[in-house]
């Protein structure tokens, strides 16, 4: 498996970084076996793995959202932003208020708030629909307002929990692209977590392969096309579908 | 050829297969301003009951006819349409009177139940400490109460208000608890990580997630506000004033004067209608663009 070369100049810190870290909870469960694990700044990383996994545990501590039982949790990342399984959206406001919602609750001034969620709206294809409640909207688009909100507030780490698992198949393959063009234009870290295979090596640099019963880390697998800087280069889908598949087997036998 | 379709679909994003079919601006074409009710559906909506209260009035007064039921006891549409000349400058008054209990006991109804729900949502101490009286307090039969009331407050519209505003604070409270209680919990988070205070969480995501809930139980306590007047009309009679509707039903009753009971029955009714009304009213105008239970659904 060759990864192609990367046109990005490596990472001066890293976003995030677990060494040794465990989460057993209260009532006994032990979510995480001791994990390591870096998000480098501007690299996509994407876990797949079974239900159970600890998946959503590493996001969760990510966001500083859960603490690790043991282990040392790094987070140097200035700004995260959170996108959910769904949407997620307060259907009583705009799309563009939506949007903007991060940013004021940051108490950044009205004015920037405004300019930086139209500028995201614009980036996902949405600035037409400023005003629009998101009941009027299909689910890719409430998706992409989703996205929207969460660039709005200008990461350097995107943590994404099966952002488009809600979607059909034809809408989560564009929103993929999309994700990956946002990230030639922005150059944020992500972690992002999926139950396909295919998505996770399309999107990412690195895919984190997961075991259950405890949650541990089985391998990490470099992806052989990994998101360009420059979206002429061509992706080689052949190494990826033999990626895919190593994954699966990997995944079946742990 | 497989690798040369996707450069070719990375070169030109924007006119790639997938955005052809199915644009974002396509799709976000505004709909059209929905319609307002036409002549058309308006009658569809109003024929029907319409329909059912001309056949229910006209089997009562075949029913009354075919039987002979004397009029003391129960009275024909005509006998109550006919008294509607000669009560109506005594119903007027006390008309008035329930409704000033029944919306004054709504309105501190209103403002008690969600003020409670706040507290309790904002502290879980406090619903484990206030709950289990709420329920206490819409268990215990009202009509039982009321008479303690009587003792305290005196007979009056007073005393009523406070029956009315006993028996409509549950349902407020408890769906007002149910909807702060209930919001996304994404939401929430969304709303913590981005540093959000309690504050600011209540007023611009709690709140407005729960309204629907609120009137909801605002819908249920419109109709039990004026039962609550009533009952304590019943109990606590005229007080010295001008009676309400329960003292006309209490004492017509008595003297068999059906018609004129009848009237005032259908007088509670519609001020219970009327209280209904203007919350549904609230409910349609605040909720219809974004909440299920007040879009229309004709389309």
């Known amino acids: ?254 | 050829m497989s690798i040369a379709e996707k450069t070719s679909t990375e070169q030109t994003p924007q006119t790639s297969r997938a955005e052809q079919v199915a644009t974002p601006q396509a799709a976000a074409r505004p709909k059209p301003p929905r319609k307002t009710p036409s002549g058309r559906t308006l009658l569809s909506f109003v024929l029907p009951p319409l329909v059912v209260l001309v056949v229910a009035v006209a089997l009562w007064q075949a029913l009354i006819s075919v039987f002979g039921v004397p009029k003391f006891l129960v009275p024909a549409p005509g006998d109550v349409l006919a008294e509607i000349g000669p009560a109506i400058g005594t119903l007027v008054e006390p008309t008035l009177v329930t409704m000033g209990e029944a919306y004054g006991g709504f309105l501190l109804a209103a403002v008690v139940g969600f003020a409670v729900a706040f507290v309790m949502a904002r502290w879980n101490v406090a619903e484990r400490g206030l709950y289990p009286y709420m329920v206490l307090l819409q268990t215990i039969p009202i009509i039982a109460v009321a008479p303690i009331l009587v003792v305290w407050l005196g007979p009056g519209p007073t005393t009523n208000t406070v029956v009315a505003a006993m028996i409509a604070v549950f349902p407020v409270t408890a769906n007002t608890l149910t909807g702060l209680k209930s919001t996304d919990r994404n939401l929430v988070q969304l709303f913590a990580m981005a540093g959000a205070t309690r504050r600011y969480e209540m007023g611009v995501l709690r709140i407005p997630y729960a309204l629907p809930y609120v009137l909801t139980g605002l819908r249920i306590a419109a109709g039990s506000s004026v039962i609550g007047a009533i009952v304590g009309e019943f109990v606590a009679g005229i007080g010295g004033g001008q009676g309400g509707l329960g003292y006309v039903i209490t004492s017509t009753a008595q003297q068999l004067l059906m018609p004129r009971l009848f009237l005032a029955v259908i007088a509670a009714s519609c001020v219970s209608l009327l209280l209904f009304g203007l919350v549904r009213l609230v409910e349609v105008l605040t909720l219809r663009r974004w909440h299920e239970s007040a879009m229309s659904h004709d389309d």
């Not at chain 1, 307060?90 to 991060?102: K, P």
């Not at chain 1, 300019?115 to 689910?139: D, F, H, I, T, Y």
């Not at chain 1, 977590?193 to 949650?215: D, Q, Y």
Request: glycine share 6%.
């Open chain 1, 1 to 254: 498996m060759s990864a192609s070369p990367s046109t990005q100049a490596p990472p001066a810190t890293d976003l995030v970084r677990f060494a040794g870290v465990t989460k057993t909870y209260s009532n006994g469960f032990t979510a995480l076996a001791p994990v390591d694990l870096t998000i480098g700044a501007g690299r996509i990383v994407s876990i797949v793995g079974p239900s159970g996994c600890g998946k959503t545990t590493l996001l969760r501590m990510a966001g500083g959202l859960s603490s690790p039982t043991t282990g040392e949790l790094a987070v140097h990342s200035a700004q995260n932003s959170y996108v959910f399984q769904d949407p997620t959206l307060m259907a009583w406001r705009s799309v563009l208020a939506n949007t903007e919602l991060v940013s004021k609750i940051r108490k950044v001034p009205r004015a920037e708030c405004r300019r930086r969620a139209v500028e995201a709206l614009r980036l996902v294809g949405l600035e037409n629909v400023q005003k629009s409640l998101p009941r009027e909207l299909s689910g890719g688009m409430k998706m992409r307002v989703s996205l929207a909100r969460a660039l709005a507030s200008e990461p350097d780490l995107m943590l994404m929990d099966e952002p488009f698992a809600a979607l059909d198949e034809f809408t989560r393959d564009r929103m993929a692209d999309e994700l990956i063009r946002l990230w030639r234009e922005r150059r944020f870290g992500v972690l992002f977590i999926t139950h396909s295979i295919r998505e996770a090596v399309k999107i990412a640099h690195e895919v984190v392969v997961m075991a259950s019963g405890p949650g541990r880390i089985v391998e990490t697998v470099e992806s052989p096309s990994p998101p360009q800087a420059d979206a002429d280069a061509a992706r080689d889908t052949d190494a990826l579908d033999e990626t895919v598949k190593y994954i699966g087997a990997r995944l079946a036998a742990a």
